[in-house]
């Protein structure tokens, strides 16, 4: 039986290499889907270029600019248009001042979103007065009752503290035991945990536990990448959080305590952990932990560690989507699109530069 397609007011056509394949390919686009089948009367939007799934900025907390400061929903909705207008059609929220508003991920004109809740971290963990804290018996039900309420996700910060003591205020606030059970029952509910670690003992207690994702990772221990990948443990190492550490450090060295050590050395090895976390087969994806609207900057910077850039590219792109529960641009996929004018796995500053944004089926730009 012949279907008579007829198109919407505002179906699209697209036509360009679809990555991540070398193909060129037509992609019609009729509300929230994909289309590899002809619509007819669609309207052509792009003809030539690239065309990628939408743009991914795995680690960013939307709606407020200030350790301690609550959920603003002005920011929020401020934060979700920078990102969008830079490309990214979804986001994922390892963290927030609080519970993310229902309407926040359900805006048609706002990139989709995967949140997982508030901050988890003990009672002196974190930043004072952001996130919530709960004592180590408590950690485990918390993070179980924020994954049910965020549809899936929850985020443990395994170290950094406000503790008066600089050594301790970077050190682990919670043992592996705790975290183990804590991943034990979140993934009994069919759950996942990213955790927080900027500390060896922090990042060995999260591979050893299985979470889900290692936020930042500085400090991992390198004879633990082939067990994150055998896991399929992604790194996030929000490199272009942390881009000017290094020559803030070099204007002003740090004291020669064990402080200043950890945190010179954690950012001076940081790119060399990212190219042998890539060596070793760990998925690495972008996340900012910035500015909303400033993926670019990740990818960049991951490329600049040695990661080729196709899959830096698909750690800010189909990577990043196919982790969090999305496609990419195949029939039947969500309609998030971007489109460029030259190849971004050849020069990934062209992300700076999107000619074409399709989100939710809809043309942005
Ligand atoms: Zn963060």
Not at 196 to 217: F, I, K, M, R, Y
Not at 226 to 240: F, H, I, K, S, Y
Not at 319 to 347: K, M
Request: aromatic fraction near 6%.
């Amino acid at each position: 039986m012949v279907v008579d397609k007829k198109a919407s007011p505002q179906a699209i056509h697209l036509r360009g290499v679809a990555l991540p394949g070398d193909a060129v390919l037509d992609l019609w686009v009729d509300g929230d889907r994909v289309s590899h089948e002809a619509i007819p009367g669609a309207e052509t939007v792009m003809h030539g270029g690239w065309l990628l799934p939408g743009l991914v900025d795995v680690h960013t907390h939307p709606g407020a600019d200030s350790p301690g400061d609550p959920l603003d929903d002005d920011l929020l909705r401020r934060d979700a248009e920078a990102h969008r207008d830079s490309g990214v059609t979804l986001i994922r929220a390892p963290g927030a001042a609080g519970r993310l508003p229902a309407w926040f991920g359900d805006d048609p004109d706002l990139p989709r979103v995967r949140s997982a809740g508030p901050w988890l971290a003990t009672e002196k963990g974190f930043f004072p007065g952001w996130g919530r804290r709960e004592s180590l018996e408590t950690l485990p039900d918390a993070a179980v009752e924020e994954a049910q309420a965020s549809g899936g996700w929850c985020k443990v910060i395994a170290d950094w503290s406000f503790d008066d003591e600089p050594v301790r205020r970077y050190g682990p606030t919670v043992p592996p035991d705790v975290l183990q059970e804590i991943v034990r029952r979140v993934h009994a509910i069919g759950g996942r945990v990213a955790v927080h670690s900027q500390h060896e003992d922090g990042c060995s207690a999260a591979v050893l536990a299985g979470a889900d994702s290692l936020e930042h990772g500085m400090h991992l221990r390198l004879d633990l990448l082939d067990r994150m990948a055998e896991q399929g443990m992604v790194l996030v190492p929000t490199m272009c959080a942390f881009s000017g550490t290094k020559s803030s450090l070099r204007q002003h060295p740090p004291e020669p305590d064990a402080w200043g050590r950890w945190k010179s050395i954690g950012w001076e090895r940081h790119p060399n952990l990212v190219r042998c976390a890539y060596e070793a087969g760990v998925a690495i994806l972008a996340g900012t932990d910035g500015a909303a609207g400033i993926i670019a900057d990740e990818v960049d910077c991951l490329v600049a560690a040695g990661v080729p850039g196709d899959v830096a590219v698909g750690g800010a792109s189909w990577t990043a989507r196919s982790w969090l529960g999305f496609g990419g641009l195949e029939h039947g996929a969500p309609a998030d699109i971007v489109g460029y004018d030259e190849d971004p796995r050849d020069h990934p500053g062209v992300l700076r530069h999107p000619a074409r944004i399709i989100l939710r089926g809809r043309v942005v730009r």
